[in-house]
Each structure stands twice: as structure tokens, then as C-alpha cells.
């Protein structure tokens, strides 16, 4: 499966933004979609995965402010997100893999996915 990240942009602290993870090649449905992020220097952090409607991760830094959801007829996974802080100011990327979310520490976990998309930059600036 391929994917493809979008929905970036520049928006102020407070804002919102919607970013889109279209899956081509194979269903998206029955496999764990996450978000993960990355600024310069840092590792790629895990913030938020679905396996389905029951089954969602959030990390702490984003918990309450963002929410992942998908649209099979589309084969996309989103990623709404308010309340937008300067902190939030990274590369985002989409990932999928197998159908699991996490790794035995019960975090998100680069080491669980195995097809990347590209980054979609997001700013968070006033």
C-alpha cells in the first residue's frame, strides 16, 4: 500500500487543520493507520493511530485536541486537528502496517509500520 500525506499549511495557534492519508494499491480498512510526526533533530514521535472505530491512540500531547478518523469509501484516514499550539510544528507523516498500533511498551511505534508517505509540513505561527 502507498500513501500519500496532505493537508498541511500554515495556520496561527488556536487554529485548525485537517490532514489527509489517501491509501492506494490496497484497502486501508483493515490495517492500523498512524500519524506520527518530526522536527529537526528529534526523533518521529507516534501522536494518534486507528485499527478501527473502537480501537484509537492518542498520545498526551495531542489528546483532546486531535482526532483521527477515516473514510473507507475514500480509502483515507484524517487527522482533525484544534487547538493548534506552536509546539505542534512539525513534518507529518501517515503510516501503515500490519494491524497493530503499538509496541510492547504501548506506544506508537515506528517499529510496528513498515509504508511511509511522504511529510506534509505543518506550521503553527502567528
Known amino acids: 500500500v502507498q500513501l500519500q500525506a496532505s493537508g498541511g499549511g500554515l495556520v496561527q495557534p488556536g487554529g485548525s487543520l485537517r490532514l489527509s492519508c489517501i491509501g492506494s494499491?490496497?484497502?486501508?480498512?483493515?490495517?492500523?493507520v498512524g500519524w506520527f510526526r518530526q522536527t529537526p533533530g528529534k526523533e518521529r514521535e507516534g501522536i494518534s493511530c486507528i485499527v478501527s472505530l473502537d480501537d484509537l491512540y492518542y498520545a498526551d500531547s495531542v489528546k483532546g485536541r486531535f482526532a483521527i478518523s477515516r473514510d473507507s469509501a475514500k480509502n483515507t484516514v484524517y487527522l482533525q486537528m484544534n487547538n493548534l499550539r506552536p509546539e505542534d510544528t512539525a513534518l507529518y507523516y501517515c503510516?501503515?502496517?500490519?494491524?497493530?498500533?503499538?509496541?510492547?511498551?504501548?506506544?506508537?511505534?515506528?517499529?510496528?509500520?513498515?509504508?511511509w508517505g511522504q511529510g506534509t509540513l505543518v506550521t503553527v505561527s502567528s
Open positions: 503510516a501503515t502496517g500490519g494491524n497493530y498500533c503499538t509496541d510492547r511498551s504501548d506506544t506508537i511505534s515506528t517499529s510496528v509500520f513498515n509504508s
Open positions: 494499491g490496497g484497502a486501508l480498512d483493515y490495517r492500523a
